[in-house]
């Protein structure tokens, strides 16, 4: 058994893990990346794809928003379509801030482009990490490295390792209350090398069901159907994709979508799901091992790196001036932000997408809903939640000083 020693080790190489471990070294605090899957499995993995510009502002802080400037694409807002109408949302006009459209694989790219450049210890293809030791000052990670048993000591564990991670499921049952929804609905996400039919994100609402138009790059179209909750991909080929997708989205009078290669297609559940504490004894979580919110507002990646922000300089008062108090305090510093973007990704997806078959009323409330965010005052309020501004008012430390 091979022993090695670190300040904080990290599971899990998504943007979460890696955007710690690279705040960490400039903190001058040593960790270690152990990743379950492959280099290119995660460098290929299509996620999310719209940056807060807050998100892109503490990029560029952190040295790591070079490529994100030249290829990530900059939005001053989007198109409603509903009632067979477009209404546009001027969100940068509303609010002052704008949005980049850049896929998360990008990022991850660009962040263990940093991280190899750094020298930094990140290990790929570690399938067997276990925890162990959390509530005690000396907790240790035992994994296997390049075919190799390895004890990693350390003062604490950073669980970055996605809804599904081993970290959460290593705290003992009853330390941590979880708190979940489910939604009756599910997405159909596909990647199709098409070029934009337009330069904005539309977000359709259709009597068949909701569908969002959007982008990674002048030639590269991501789109996303409302399907049934538990649908299989297998029931969608190709022709029917595109044959939904124009029925849902093309209106006169407006160029229709662009067809092209579909590079990738799956169906995910929407789901929201948050862990309090968001840490227990020396092992706290951020990102998705904390929480879930439905993709609809594309806050999941953006609450993975307001997290880790946090985590990251509690680390640094840590080790800096012994202080703990920014420790203790992380989950109280997180969870007012996390409930604000659930709050506003939950109404989001009550609004856009159509209730299951029947639920009249239901249908008449949204498109009451609709109108009154295109026509009235609360296009500034939804403005300020899109963009992130609202929740980075939102007060920190449940509010105390
Ligand atoms: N051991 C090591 N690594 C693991 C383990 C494990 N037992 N389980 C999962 N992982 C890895 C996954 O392979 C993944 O690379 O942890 C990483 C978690 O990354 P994400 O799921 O991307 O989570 P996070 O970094 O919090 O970023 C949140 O990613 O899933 C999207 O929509 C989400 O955009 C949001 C963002
Ligand atoms: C995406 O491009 O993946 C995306 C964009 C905007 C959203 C949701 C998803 O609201």
């Known amino acids: 058994m091979k022993r090695l020693r670190t300040r904080v080790a990290i599971v899990g190489a998504g943007p ?7 705040l960490l070294q400039r903190h001058g605090v040593d960790s270690i990346v152990l990743e379950r899957r492959s ?45 067979s109408r477009a209404h546009r949302m001027p ?9 980049h459209m850049y896929g998360q694989q990008e990022l991850v790219k ?43 000591a350390c003062d604490f564990v950073a669980g970055c390792d996605g809804f599904h991670g081993v970290s959460r499921r290593s705290v003992p049952s009853g330390a941590l209350s979880t708190y979940e929804r489910a939604y009756p609905y599910a997405w159909l996400g596909v990647l199709a090398q098409a ?84 840490s227990h004894g020396r092992l706290f979580l951020a990102g998705d091992a904390a929480h879930i919110v439905p993709p609809t507002a594309a806050k999941g990646l953006n609450l993975a790196v307001a997290d880790v922000k946090v985590l990251a ?8 001036h012994g202080d703990r108090a920014a420790l203790d305090g992380y989950t ?11 709050e506003f990704s939950d109404w989001m997806s009550g609004l856009l997408h159509r209730p299951p078959e029947g639920r009249v009323f239901d249908g008449r409330l949204q498109d009451a809903r609709l109108e009154a965010v295109v026509n009235s005052p609360a296009a500034r309020t939804f403005a300020e939640n899109y963009v992130g501004l609202a929740r980075e008012r939102t007060p920190a430390r449940g509010g105390r000083p």
């Open 39 to 83: 280099r290119e499995h995660v460098e290929r993995r299509v996620r999310a794809g719209l940056l807060e510009g807050g998100t892109v502002d503490f990029l560029r802080e952190a040295g790591l928003a070079d490529r994100l400037d030249r290829e990530g694409l900059v939005h001053e807002g989007f198109v409603f379509r509903f009632g």
């Open 332 to 342: 109280a510093d997180c969870l007012p932000g996390v409930w604000q973007a659930l």
């Open 313 to 320: 300089a509690a680390f640094r008062e840590f080790y800096a």
């Open 16 to 22: 979460g893990g890696l955007l710690l471990s690279h």
């Open 195 to 278: 070029p934009p039919a337009a330069e904005e994100l539309i977000y359709a609402v259709h009597s068949r069901g909701f569908a969002l138009y959007s982008m990674r790059s002048p030639a590269v179209s991501r789109l996303y159907l409302q399907v049934e909750a538990g649908e299989r991909v297998e029931n969608w080929p190709d022709e029917r994709i595109w044959k939904e997708l124009h029925t849902r989205l093309d209106i006169d009078g407006a160029p229709e979508l662009t067809e092209g290669p579909i590079l990738e297609k799956s169906c995910v559940a929407l789901r929201g799901f948050v862990t309090e504490p968001m």
């Open 91 to 99: 969100f940068t006009e509303l609010t002052g801030r704008t949005v």
């Open 110 to 152: 660009d962040l263990i482009r940093a991280r190899a450049e750094a020298g930094a210890r990140l290990w790929f293809d570690v399938p067997d990490v276990e925890l162990r030791g959390l509530e005690t000052d000396t907790p240790t990670v035992r994994c296997t490295v390049a075919g190799e048993p390895v004890e990693i």
